[in-house]
């Protein structure tokens, strides 16, 4: 008697876990939020805002960037690494919050590896070393390097914030080149170009894609580019290599992550997206115009390049014993 029942029952349940299943919303459920940890007009947020035009594209909900610029980035990243693990709210990740602000800000309130769960790598972006013309009258690196030894106290350069790639390589820069500078760290790119263009300071290093425009203009004046070789976007612009000083090389990478244990099934449909997003010829386009290099990374190989930039590059940032202003 019992065993005739067995083939309902079995029934039963099968259209139980159907009807569970179907009753499942597709993730996401609700809209999806990056977070930048800078504020508009930088590099991160330009490509912040293209990946998340064309994940809403692919994805069944709205993507959208929220800016909480902040400490060298780290406010931000500690925003997304309390944040509930259900994909939802995401961090455009890079350089400043991840490997260099850490060892430079007191007490920040995460582990920049296992304090995340690291998904995607989108790429990285050299520096370029600027300078407003009206104030500096350097042509070339070498040119730049006897006006600032010339300078009666050391000229001031404006980064992104302490501890971001841009003061890094200011420090790094001075220590090479013998030049004492001054740093003047701000939140984020475009309040810097804002005081560079306006005079309040004579030179920057930054990331290249926001200034290229007034380069063009001829509003700011292009010294050299912190990569191995020459930009497409800015290709007259020479190399540090070939400006005489080879070595001194500077980028800034960007990836996607989220708080840590994100559900395996989460991150693998992002990576998927966002694989997919870097090779939509909207986000081709864009990512050419920033001048921002791709490399395929699969999830694990991107978690293992995080860890080895915190051990290599943040170790080297420590042991400069440098601390936010």
């Known amino acids: 008697m019992r065993r005739r029942h067995l083939p309902v029952i079995a029934a039963l349940a099968a259209f139980a876990a159907s009807n569970e299943s179907r009753a499942q919303p597709a993730w996401p459920a609700r809209p999806i939020r990056i977070i930048v940890t800078f504020p508009p007009g930088?590099?991160?947020?330009?490509?912040?805002?293209?990946?998340?035009?064309?994940?809403?594209?692919?994805?069944?909900?709205r993507v959208m960037v929220e800016n909480r610029p902040g400490a060298g980035g780290t406010l931000g990243a500690a925003y997304v690494a309390t944040q509930p693990a259900d994909g939802l709210t995401l961090l455009l990740s890079n350089t400043a919050p991840i490997v260099t602000s850490p060892p430079i800000y007191a007490n920040v309130p995460y582990d920049p590896v296992a304090g995340f769960t690291h998904i995607a790598y989108l790429g990285a972006t050299p520096?370029?070393?600027?300078?407003?013309?009206?104030?500096?009258?350097?042509t070339d690196l070498a040119g730049l390097v006897a006006w600032m030894k010339a300078q009666p106290a050391p000229p001031a350069y404006g980064s992104s914030g302490a501890g971001s790639v841009a003061h890094i390589f200011g420090e790094a820069f001075s220590s090479r080149t013998g030049a004492a500078l001054t740093h003047v760290p701000y939140r984020g790119s475009a309040p810097m170009q804002a005081d560079l263009l306006g005079g309040a300071?004579?030179?920057?290093?930054?990331?290249?894609?926001?200034?290229?425009?007034?380069?063009?203009?001829?509003?700011?004046?292009?010294?050299?580019?912190?990569?191995?070789?020459?930009?497409?976007?800015?290709?007259?612009?020479?190399?540090?290599?070939?400006?005489?000083?080879?070595?001194?090389?500077?980028?800034?990478?960007?990836?996607?992550?989220?708080?840590?244990?994100?559900?395996?099934?989460?991150?693998?449909?992002?990576?998927?997206?966002?694989?997919?997003?870097?090779?939509?010829?909207?986000?081709?386009?864009?990512?050419?115009?920033?001048?921002?290099?791709?490399?395929?990374?699969?999830?694990?190989?991107?978690?293992?390049?995080?860890?080895?930039?915190?051990?290599?590059?943040?170790?080297?940032?420590?042991?400069?014993?440098?601390?936010?202003?």
């Open 42 to 61: 930088g590099s991160s947020d330009i490509v912040a805002r293209v990946l998340a035009e064309v994940l809403s594209q692919r994805l069944p909900q």
């Open 127 to 138: 520096l370029v070393i600027l300078v407003n013309p009206r104030l500096v009258p350097a």
């Open 201 to 325: 300071i004579p030179l920057s290093f930054d990331t290249l894609p926001q200034n290229v425009e007034n380069i063009r203009a001829g509003r700011l004046r292009p010294i050299a580019i912190t990569a191995p070789t020459r930009q497409q976007m800015a290709p007259e612009v020479p190399t540090t290599a070939e400006a005489g000083f080879p070595g001194l090389l500077a980028e800034n990478w960007l990836g996607l992550a989220g708080p840590p244990g994100l559900p395996a099934p989460i991150v693998a449909t992002l990576h998927r997206e966002v694989a997919a997003a870097l090779d939509a010829p909207m986000m081709k386009t864009r990512i050419l115009e920033h001048g921002i290099a791709v490399r395929p990374m699969t999830q694990p190989e991107f978690t293992g390049f995080v860890a080895d930039q915190v051990r290599v590059v943040g170790g080297a940032v420590k042991a400069l014993g440098l601390t936010a202003q």
